[in-house]
């Protein structure tokens, strides 16, 4: 039969996924960490272009003090979102290897549990995830914790982009392992992981843009009541004992962690810089 007559639909797509742990281990880390890291200095370093250097006028001018704190802190941010990045590339490879012995929950057809499922799967690693990261997070600011597990992230109570993936190693493997644990708990589509993963990163990066550097009803609204933003999380870098979540507010709510001013501060009649 000529190659072109081939019936591809023969051809089991869930051979292609499991073919993805025909590489080494340290290739994939090593691969992953390029990416991983790519991403973050596209990402936040043009949101901190765009935000912080394109447009310096829209803030006071600092001192050369203010200007070599923040240069530092953002090295500091660097330092340690790069450690971070070395240890998602490792998770990611353990994934790779992991799928390769058919230990994940990972398939390639989308139709293999229903198109709807996709949807479903997408909704449910955010609240599972979201639900984790709040516990862990709140966690790591135990006196005992915090000093070694969390503290490199709060180097400064004005978070920027470079802040946004600056975790303290222990705490970096923590979240690391999270996702490879429902990874193999959870059925997921290729495409659905790399919704959720890259939906972790752009929100982490809004969550850390810094409300003196935005416009000043963004994205401040009714919609803040119900997910993380900048004015939620802002919070948190500047009072430690409140706002521990990552996607949506209400685990704070149930938690008890939620500033009792912050709803108020939302109506359009209320003041965010006051309860800040």
């Known amino acids: 039969m000529p190659i072109a007559q081939i019936d591809t639909e023969k051809i089991d797509t869930e051979t292609v996924i499991r073919s993805l742990g025909d590489h080494s281990f340290v290739f994939y880390g090593l691969v992953f960490f390029g990416i991983i890291l790519a991403r973050y200095f596209l990402l936040a370093g043009g949101s901190w272009w765009w935000l912080y250097a394109r447009s310096p006028e829209t803030t006071p001018t600092p001192t050369p003090q203010q200007r070599h704190r923040s240069a530092e802190g953002i090295r500091a941010d660097i330092r340690l979102s790069v450690l971070s990045a070395a240890v998602f590339a490792l998770a990611t490879a353990a994934v790779l290897m992991l799928q390769s012995h058919g230990l994940t929950r990972l398939y390639a057809k989308p139709d293999t549990y229903g198109w709807w499922y996709l949807a479903l799967s997408y909704g449910t690693m ?17 006196r005992w914790l915090y000093s070694w597990c969390h503290q490199g992230h709060h180097r400064t109570r004005q978070p920027t982009p470079w802040t946004s993936f600056a975790f303290d190693p222990p705490e970096a493997v923590i979240q690391a392992l999270v996702l490879v644990l429902l990874v193999m708990l959870v059925p997921l589509h290729l495409i659905t992981l790399m919704a959720v993963l890259s939906t972790m990163t752009i929100w982490a990066i809004v ?34 004992g409140m706002h521990f979540g990552l996607y949506f507010t209400f685990w704070d709510r149930i938690g008890g962690t939620e500033d009792p001013d912050y709803a108020a501060a939302l109506e359009p009649s209320g003041d965010l810089g006051a309860i800040h």
């Not at 955010?126 to 135990?142: P, S």
């Not at 550097?213 to 948190?236: C, D, E, K, M, N």
């Open 126 to 142: 955010l609240i599972l995830q979201d639900a984790l990261y709040y516990a862990t997070h709140r966690l790591f600011h135990h």
């Open 207 to 240: 969550n850390h843009l810094g409300l003196d550097h935005l416009p000043r009803r963004f994205p401040h609204h009714w919609l803040g009541r119900w997910v993380i933003g900048p004015a939620h999380h802002s919070l948190h870098h500047r009072h430690q």
